[in-house]
């Protein structure tokens, strides 16, 4: 019986180191990836970028199983203007009234998980995790296409958020009357490419 117990607990070792050789993280290139941010509102539109503070992402052979990816909201960008209008906004977006980046510098993306999912537009996977900003924290789903080959993953995906969900609600119509044309819509689009290497 000895003998059984012992060799059932050097086979279940040796299963255990096999799958932990598989198991890897891809530090996410903050200079290769690129995320950006598009808002709009009745008369028009704003667009720009965010920067990657840093990430990882957690690789189980060639499948990615988590990760992190933290951004630096002061970062943000506005591209679609320049110069003092540009600058304007770009304050704005960081006061109180949108991402208040003096107390909450960072936006924080935890992926819980990451399943196969053929889809529109070459999508190859849903990604699900928990979206920190302005320290409240939601639960998002996203599509997305997702490879990872010789240890490079490359992301990329399109979605919409409301930005209400993180208490972001000024010149939003579902919280105040009567905006007219300086109306905000609550939903942004959020696109991003991520490169990692592990």
Do not use: C
Not at 24 to 33: F, G, H, Q, V, Y
Not at 89 to 116: C, M, P, R, Y
Not at 141 to 164: N, Q
Request: glycine fraction near 10%; avoid cysteine; proline fraction near 1%.
């Amino acid at each position: 019986m000895k003998k059984l117990v012992y060799t059932l607990a050097i086979a279940l070792g040796t299963l255990t180191a096999v799958a932990g050789e598989n198991d890897k993280a891809a530090t996410i290139s903050t200079k290769e990836s690129k995320v950006e941010w598009v808002g709009e509102k009745v008369t028009g539109k704003h667009w720009g970028t965010v920067g990657i503070e840093s990430g990882t992402l957690n690789l189980s052979g060639e499948e990615v199983t988590g990760g992190t990816v933290v951004l630096d909201m002061s970062s943000l960008t506005v591209d679609d203007m320049e110069g003092e209008y540009a600058d304007k906004l770009k304050g704005h977006l960081n006061s109180a009234d949108f991402f208040n980046t003096a107390e909450h510098k960072n936006a924080t993306f935890k992926i819980t998980k990451v399943a196969e999912k053929k889809g529109e537009n070459g999508n190859t996977h849903v990604i699900s995790g928990d979206l920190t900003i302005k320290g409240i924290t939601k639960k998002v789903s996203f599509p997305a296409r997702v490879t990872v080959e010789g240890g490079v993953v490359k992301a990329f995906a399109s979605f919409s958020l409301d930005r209400t969900e993180w208490d972001i609600k000024y010149g939003s119509g579902s919280f105040f009357d009567d905006l007219g044309d300086k109306t905000i819509y609550d939903e942004f689009q959020v696109k991003f490419n991520v490169v990692a290497n592990s």
